[in-house]
């Protein structure tokens, strides 16, 4: 797999908390690893949002009132 090198500022506290407890050889692994899982974890939050959005009396009111205002030649077809 490619890889790309990177440079971040973080705070003095998390940075002598970082160097500390993990070692050189595996810092890499590590902040990947980290920023794998949080990714993952942001990804999950907005699809579950979505759920609950699309659930919603009032976000499917929206959305048949916005359906009005197009063309019938310009309304997309939703894939679900």
């Known amino acids: ?9 973080l705070p003095d506290d998390l940075a002598t908390q970082f160097l500390r407890r993990v070692p ?3 810092r890499s692994h590590y902040v990947a690893t980290a920023i794998t899982a949080k ?5 999950e939050d907005l699809a579950r949002a979505c759920e609950v959005a699309n659930r919603s009396a009032d976000v ?3 959305e048949t009132s916005l359906d ?3 063309d019938e030649g ?4 939703e894939p679900w």
């Open 60 to 62: 499917l009111d929206i």
């Open 24 to 26: 050189p050889s595996q």
């Open 74 to 77: 310009d309304r997309i077809q």
């Open 39 to 43: 990714l993952r974890e942001r990804e």
């Open 1 to 9: 797999m490619a890889s790309r090198k990177l440079t971040f500022t």
């Open 68 to 70: 009005g205002l197009a």
